[in-house]
T-cell receptor, first 112, second 114 residues
Framework: GDSVTQMEGPVTLSEEAFLTINCTYT??????LFWYVQYPGEGLQLLLK?????DKGSNKGFEATYRKETTSFHLEKGSVQVSDSAVYFC???????????FGQGTRLTINP | GAVVSQHPSWVICKSGTSVKIECRSL??????MFWYRQFPKQSLMLMAT?????????EQGVEKDKFLINHASLTLSTLTVTSAHPEDSSFYIC??????????FGPGTRLTVL
């Protein structure tokens, strides 16, 4: 079945550091890929998405590129802020399917 | 973007009582709604998928009689935790999707069973 694997957390960085959170996936078809962010005590918010190979999703300084050859969708940000502290989930959905498949989540803490 | 609300945002109840959680799509028609459960510091576990006007489809291992899901209209789904026990304490999150299949998530409901 489809699956998503994220780098294990927690990840702790200093403000203005470069961020990478790795995400790889296994899917039988051509999924759409997502990054969601969950702030403490809240539900999930869509951060960015990509629907086909080589697409780059971007939002709030975060970027991720859909790499079919390496089945990856790594999340990056050039300079993190304290307000980026949250849990980040990588997810996929197969074309035509309804069910999102989530990675295990990566907790990110940014220290001032 | 589309807005999904949940009510209540938190609830505390006694063991053996039932609790109903509402999920509403505020500005779009949700043909499909999803219910997730999230344990502390863990990922989301899909409990069930419901399409408006039909019975919910439960994931393996989720008790249908324990977690009753109703999706009676295109803007409202409810999850009722029946005869709740402390092990049912968790964070419950709903999501809704409409025409374009993208899921929009509610803010979650924290259930504590004493």
């Amino acid at each position: 079945g489809d699956s998503v694997t994220q780098m294990e957390g927690p990840v702790t960085l200093s403000e203005e550091a470069f961020l990478t959170i790795n995400c790889t996936y296994t899917a039988t078809g051509y999924p759409s890929l997502f990054w969601y962010v969950q702030y403490p005590g809240e539900g999930l918010q869509l951060l960015l998405k990509a629907t086909k190979a080589d697409d780059k999703g971007s939002n709030k300084g975060f970027e991720a590129t859909y790499r079919k050859e390496t089945t990856s969708f790594h999340l990056e940000k050039g300079s993190v802020q304290v307000s980026d502290s949250a849990v980040y989930f990588c997810a996929l959905i197969e074309g035509g399917a309804q069910k999102l498949v989530f990675g295990q989540g990566t907790r990110l803490t940014i220290n001032p | 973007g589309a807005v999904v609300s949940q009510h209540p945002s938190w609830v505390i109840c006694k063991s053996g009582t039932s609790v109903k959680i509402e999920c509403r799509s505020l500005d779009f028609q949700a043909t499909t709604m999803f219910w997730y459960r999230q344990f502390p510091k863990q990922s989301l576990m899909l409990m069930a998928t419901s399409n408006e006007g039909s019975k919910a489809t439960y994931e393996q291992g989720v008790e249908k009689d324990k977690f009753l899901i109703n999706h009676a209209s295109l803007t409202l789904s409810t999850l009722t935790v029946t005869s709740a026990h402390p092990e049912d304490s968790s964070f419950y999150i709903c999501s809704a999707s409409g025409t374009y299949n993208e899921q929009f998530f509610g803010p979650g409901t924290r259930l504590t069973v004493l």
